[in-house]
């Protein structure tokens, strides 16, 4: 087995990467007419933040909760080391990790899973935050989401 050279950041071999909204809940109102379109930046309550977490696949998970899954690119450069193999979605801001690691892509328009790529271990860290929040705290804000 080949030894593992330590180099000074938190994350190494294959490493995943996505990130997954949080809050900013918007209630629609009752009339039809008096809907707002939601997706529209004005009619957002800046609530809303992304978790981007990186996850090994032997297990260690470092999440960082910001305003924009982009912020994620410059979490990649501090966090993990530029020997280690990245995969991530198709999301355009991670083409930027291309020029520093060796990045698999994985198209969840396609596929989950394409012959060893997929992000499926950081889906997994999603998914149990998800039903963390809306079944034992029903609400987290913004600020003690971290």
Known sequence: MAQKIHTGKV???????DGAYFGGHIRLENAEKDRKDRRLKRHQTGKRRVVVAMRERDGRTLPFVGMSEAEGVALVNENVSRPSTMSANEASHW???HMGYHLD??????N?????K????VESFFSRLCRMVQS???HVSPKYLH
């Open 105 to 110: 892509r994985i198209n969840h328009s396609e």
């Open 95 to 97: 083409d930027e990790l």
């Open 112 to 116: 989950y899973c394409d012959h060893g």
């Open 11 to 17: 994350l190494e071999g294959h490493v995943e990467i």
């Open 136 to 138: 034992q705290h029903r």
């Open 118 to 121: 997929h992000t499926n271990m």
